[in-house]
C-alpha cells in the first residue's frame, strides 16, 4: 500500500471517528444541523436544496456501519413514491396494498391516475464500499461471502431496518438491502411501519410511448417495485429537521 493510500484510509478513519455514534434502537434526528458533517445544500439563487448528513451506527456483530445521509433535488413518478410530509402528492397506500393480487391491480390503476410527476428531495440511506472496508468485521463478512450472488448477501443484512418518525404521527421502515452492482448498502425502500414489508411485485412490465421518425411507438419497459417506495421529502429544512431516526436489528422477522 502507498503511503498516498496509506493517508488517504487514516484521513477517512479520523472523519468517522469524529462522526455522531448511534446505537440500534437509539432514536436520533435524521438531520440535525448541528451534528458533525451535516452540510446544507442551496440552490443558485440562494434557496434551501438539500442535506447531507452522516452517522456511525454501532450494529452488533455487523460492527460500525459509517452511514451516509442524503436529500438531493429529484424528479419521480407519482405512483411510486410518498411523501410522508404531503401524502396526496403521492402513491395512496391502504390496506388494498395488503394481498398481492389487489396490490397489483391497484398500482396498475394508480400508474394511470397518477401519470404526472412531482419534484422533490429523494432521501437516500447507505454505506458505500469503502466505507465498508474501514469495517473489520464487515470487511471479513465481505470477503467470505464474495462469490455468493446479490440475493444471498442482501440476506446478511436481511434483518437490519431504518424507521424513520413523523412530526404527523406517521411511521415508515425500509429494510437494509446490499447492491451488488454498486457495492452499495442501501436502506432504499420505505413500508409503513405498522403493516410491515408489502407483498413484494418484482419487475412489472410497463408500456410506454415514443416517437421515432413522425411515428408513435409502443415500448415494454420494466418498473420495480419491491416491498416498498421511495421517500420524497419536501423543499423545508425545518421540516426536515423534525424527522426522528431509529436503526433496529430484528432477527425473529422473515
Known amino acids: 500500500m502507498s503511503e498516498e493510500e496509506k493517508l488517504h484510509i487514516s484521513e477517512k478513519e479520523q472523519y468517522w471517528r469524529n462522526t455522531q455514534l448511534v446505537q440500534l434502537g437509539e432514536e436520533f434526528l435524521l ?44 424528479v419521480k413518478g407519482r405512483y411510486a413514491m410518498v411523501n410522508p410530509f404531503e401524502r396526496a402528492q403521492g402513491y395512496p397506500i391502504d390496506a388494498e396494498d395488503l394481498s398481492l393480487p389487489s396490490r397489483i391491480a391497484k398500482f396498475n390503476k394508480m400508474k394511470r391516475e397518477l401519470s404526472g410527476t412531482i419534484q422533490g428531495l429523494y432521501l437516500f440511506v447507505f454505506v458505500t464500499t469503502e466505507d465498508m472496508s474501514l469495517n473489520g468485521r464487515m470487511q471479513a463478512l465481505l470477503q ?9 448477501i442482501s440476506s446478511l443484512f436481511h434483518h437490519l431496518f431504518l424507521t424513520l418518525k413523523f412530526p404527523n404521527g406517521s411511521s415508515f421502515t425500509a ?80
Not at 451534528?35 to 460492527?63: C, M, P, W
Not at 467470505?144 to 444471498?152: A, G, H, I, M, Q
Request: glycine fraction near 8%; charge should be neutral; avoid cysteine.
Open 144 to 152: 467470505e461471502n464474495e462469490t455468493l450472488p446479490e440475493n444471498d
Open 31 to 74: 438531520f440535525d444541523t448541528a451534528r458533525n458533517h451535516t452540510q446544507v445544500r442551496y440552490s443558485d439563487d440562494g434557496s434551501f436544496g438539500g442535506l447531507k448528513s452522516s452517522i456511525r451506527l454501532e450494529a452488533g456483530r455487523l460492527g460500525k456501519l459509517n452511514i451516509s445521509i442524503s436529500a438531493a433535488p429529484y
Open 175 to 254: 429494510r437494509a438491502t446490499f447492491d451488488s452492482r454498486q457495492r452499495l448498502l442501501l436502506f432504499r425502500t420505505f413500508f409503513p411501519s405498522d403493516t410491515g414489508p408489502l407483498p413484494d411485485m418484482g419487475s412489472m412490465p410497463s408500456s410506454s410511448k415514443k416517437i421515432t421518425g413522425g411515428n408513435t411507438t409502443t415500448t415494454n419497459s420494466n418498473i420495480e417495485q419491491r416491498e416498498g417506495f421511495d421517500l420524497l421529502l419536501p423543499f423545508d429544512l425545518e421540516k426536515l429537521k423534525t424527522i426522528q431516526a431509529k436503526f433496529l436489528f430484528l432477527p425473529t422477522v422473515d
